[in-house]
């Protein structure tokens, strides 16, 4: 960690209170770390499931060229179809182009490669940082939350996400540098709520890929508690071998095993994420059911699958 980022961590963070949006408005999160490998795209899928499987209407707009948010929640798209880049390039309306998942309550305005020349295109536009602001505004009214998976840098569409967000979500992962690159991440956020959003600030963070086994690991959670403080969660995300595997298999983690360390994390995060923001249709009980009986269901199914092949091949 720099000096600047050392004489900051003796301070604390002193950004604007993490504002909220008006009630019967989605409050519109953006998540974003310029540091790669952090956990955002796993943060932003698995808490968007969480939610969902909890009651709450959630909006995950997929704003990474790569695309890994949509692949998570097998939402898969083909050129021709409708995404990000035609919210925010050509001025196409969200509601054309947000696609259902087989989460209840969860859908996604997914990503495509030609977002990754958005940037350039972006360029010659007018308000070129309020494109997805304007974009997202018709859509508040019909989520409790808007989720924005940032691309791991701090470009043009990141801006238009700080832009059209309430508030930041920074996943941080429990490693030695932990905080390398944060202070520029929050001169960002001060330049962009001074010039374009009043009142936008890290309104919480989270950590993630935690290791009980190093005493590192430890001290970055209390590093970071010392730093943010009340902005970050109690809830640390572990380290597992069940969420690395989990966006292989296109689901979060909360549908792939929602019994394992990782899916009680993220179903715990949303508890606490769900009382911040205020939403009332969240329950947490029922993210926990709604979870496990979804596994049940797949797992009949499969097994369905296999007694019918297995009778027809008896039969043949």
Same mark, same amino acid.
């Given at each position: 960690?720099?000096?600047?980022?050392?004489?900051?961590?003796?301070?604390?963070?002193?950004?604007?209170?993490?504002?909220?949006?008006?009630?019967?408005?989605?409050?519109?999160?953006?998540?974003?770390?310029?540091?790669?490998?952090?956990?955002?795209?796993?943060?932003?899928?698995?808490?968007?499931?969480?939610?969902?499987?909890?009651?709450?209407?959630?909006?995950?707009?997929?704003?990474?060229?790569?695309?890994?948010?949509?692949?998570?929640?097998?939402?898969?798209?083909?050129?021709?179809?409708?995404?990000?880049?035609?919210?925010?390039?050509?001025?196409?309306?969200?509601?054309?182009?947000?696609?259902?998942?087989?989460?209840?309550?969860?859908?996604?305005?997914?990503?495509?490669? +030609?977002?990754? %020349? @958005? !940037?350039?295109? *972006?360029?010659? &536009?007018?308000?070129?940082?309020?494109? /997805?602001?304007? #974009?997202?505004?018709?859509?508040?009214?019909?989520?409790?939350?808007?989720?924005?998976?940032?691309?791991?840098?701090?470009?043009?569409?990141?801006?238009?996400?700080?832009?059209?967000?309430?508030?930041?979500?920074?996943?941080?992962?429990?490693?030695?540098?932990?905080?390398?690159?944060?202070?520029?991440?929050?001169?960002?956020?001060?330049?962009?709520?001074?010039?374009?959003?009043?009142?936008?600030?890290?309104?919480?963070?989270?950590?993630?890929?935690?290791?009980?086994?190093?005493?590192?690991?430890?001290?970055?959670?209390?590093?970071?508690?010392?730093?943010?403080?009340?902005?970050?969660?109690?809830?640390?995300?572990?380290?597992?071998?069940?969420?690395?595997?989990?966006?292989?298999?296109?689901?979060?983690?909360?549908?792939?095993?929602? +019994?394992?360390? %990782? @899916? !009680?994390?993220? *179903?715990?995060? &949303?508890?606490?994420?769900?009382?911040? /923001?205020?939403? #009332?249709?969240?329950?947490?009980?029922?993210?926990?059911?709604?979870?496990?009986?979804?596994?049940?269901?797949?797992?009949?199914?499969?097994?369905?699958?296999?007694?019918?092949?297995?009778?027809?091949?008896?039969?043949?």
């Amino acid at each position: 960690m720099d000096t600047h980022a050392s004489q900051e961590t003796e301070t604390g963070y002193a950004g604007p209170s993490a504002r909220l949006a008006v009630e019967g408005r989605a409050t519109v999160i953006a998540v974003a770390n310029q540091k790669g490998g952090v956990g955002k795209t796993t943060t932003t899928v698995s808490l968007s499931a969480a939610l969902a499987q909890g009651g709450a209407r959630v909006l995950l707009i997929d704003l990474d060229p790569q695309g890994n948010a949509s692949t998570g929640l097998d939402v898969r798209i083909s050129s021709d179809e409708p995404s990000t880049y035609d919210a925010i390039v050509e001025g196409l309306p969200i509601a054309q182009a947000v696609r259902a998942t087989a989460i209840d309550g969860l859908s996604v305005l997914p990503s495509s490669l +030609e977002l990754a %020349g @958005a !940037e350039v295109e *972006l360029v010659q &536009a007018m308000a070129r940082e309020r494109a /997805l602001a304007r #974009a997202v505004e018709p859509a508040r009214a019909e989520h409790d939350v808007i989720l924005i998976d940032c691309p791991p840098s701090l470009g043009l569409l990141t801006i238009n996400a700080f832009v059209a967000a309430d508030q930041l979500l920074v996943p941080i992962q429990c490693e030695y540098y932990a905080l390398e690159g944060l202070t520029q991440l929050m001169r960002t956020v001060n330049l962009v709520e001074e010039n374009l959003n009043p009142g936008l600030s890290i309104g919480s963070v989270v950590l993630t890929m935690y290791d009980a086994r190093t005493r590192l690991a430890q001290q970055v959670v209390d590093e970071v508690h010392g730093f943010f403080q009340d902005r970050a969660y109690s809830t640390v995300i572990p380290r597992t071998v069940r969420l690395s595997e989990a966006p292989s298999y296109a689901q979060p983690i909360t549908v792939f095993d929602p +019994e394992s360390r %990782g @899916a !009680e994390a993220y *179903l715990a995060l &949303a508890e606490e994420f769900a009382t911040r /923001l205020g939403i #009332a249709a969240f329950d947490a009980k029922r993210a926990t059911r709604v979870a496990k009986e979804t596994k049940a269901a797949e797992i009949a199914a499969i097994e369905a699958a296999q007694d019918a092949d297995k009778r027809t091949g008896d039969e043949a």
